[in-house]
Each structure stands twice: as C-alpha cells, then as structure tokens.
C-alpha cells in the first residue's frame, strides 16, 4: 500500500468503526486470552480493545506504512511488533492460544497458505478469531456487482479482494468454526459490506 493510502486508511475506514466494526472488535477481541497473535494488525485499530485475559501480544504487519502507525499506537500495550507476512510466520508451531486476523484475507496473495499457516502456529485446541468482508451470496446483483468491481478495486485498495470465500478456506485449513455471524458493514462502499466474524477452533 502506498504512503498515501496508508495514511488515509483510518479516515477512510471512520464511519464503518463508528457504525459498526467499534463494536464487533470489542465483542470479538474480548474472547482474546493466553499469548496471542495478530496478523495484518494494519495500523492497529485492535489494539484498544484487547483485555486482561491476554498475557503476551505479538503483532505482524507487512506493509511499512502501515506498521509505522502500528508502532505509533503501541505506547501502553507491552506489544512486540514485526513485519511478517500472513503466509510466512515466523513463529514456531503451536506458540499461541489465540490468532486474530481482521479483514486482512481479503488482501493476502494467497488466503489458503495465510490460514494454514494460521493453523499451525496455534497450540491444539487454539482459537482463531476473524472479521472479514467476503463475496455476498452466488448469483446475487451484489456479487454481480463484486465482479466488476473487483480488478479496479484490487488495485486501488491494496490487493483487497472482494469476491473470497472466506468461510469455506477456515474450514478447508483444519478448523472447525465454533461461531459465526454475517452483516453488513455498514457506512462501507456497497462491494466491501458482506462480512463473517467468528470464533473458529484448532482441530
């Protein structure tokens, strides 16, 4: 993402925290605890909302621009930060009890390999926890709407996919979704507003 966007990106993203995503992350990031990691932590709009039951936090964030607001919010949160990317953690397996990965798949080169290695840096029986906007319903207008979008889109806004299915990919790495929702992100541009949030389990 270039210097630009990266700045831009929390205005940007302001109305749908104010309309929604404030409230999914604190309902979300409170099931966060143990040592956890956060995966395409961006320019950290989860950091506010992690509590008392997490007692080691890792961040990864592969885009510079980005990470340097990352960094600029960590004061207060004893936060390790590095710059590895989704599909190539560096972490050893089976490290963390909880992943957290917010509307990042969308935007990995490739979501499949991201969630596998996802899957093996948590212990057994880890929880990851997700948000992230997905393709709406096959055969819909809106996923109609998603196709065409797409190729621009894809290159305005930083690889950001808006055709995944998302869902079926958590499944097919090895894990067994404990819960999930589906909404609309509202104050979101029409292609971006399908989302899932969940808790999925390390098989």
């Known amino acids: 993402m270039s210097w630009f966007a990266a700045k831009l990106y929390d205005r940007f993203m302001a109305g749908a925290e104010e309309a929604c995503l404030r409230a999914w992350r604190t309902e979300l990031l409170a099931r966060a605890s143990g040592a956890v ?32 607001q ?46 596998r290695d996802i899957h093996r840096v948590l212990k057994p029986g880890g929880q990851y926890l997700f948000l992230e906007h997905v393709a709406a319903e096959q055969h819909s207008s809106r996923r109609r709407w998603q196709s065409i979008v797409e190729p621009v889109w894809k290159r305005l806004a930083g690889n950001c996919h ?7 990919a958590i499944v097919a790495a090895g894990f067994d979704i404990e819960r999930i929702e589906r909404q609309s992100m509202r104050k979101a541009p029409p292609w971006v507003r399908p989302t899932i949030r969940g808790v999925a389990r390390k098989r």
């Open 70 to 115: 990352l960094e600029a919010k960590r004061e207060g949160f004893t936060l390790e930060v590095g710059d590895d990317s989704a599909s190539a953690l560096r972490a050893a397996d089976a490290t963390y009890d909880t992943v957290v990965a917010t509307l990042v798949l969308c935007s990995t080169e490739d979501p499949r390999a991201a969630l």
């Open 162 to 168: 808006v055709t995944r299915d998302t869902e079926s």
């Open 37 to 68: 990691l956060e995966v395409g932590a961006g320019t950290g709009a989860n950091l506010p909302y992690y509590g008392a039951s997490v007692t080691q936090l890792h961040a990864t964030e592969p885009d510079v621009h980005m990470r340097v």
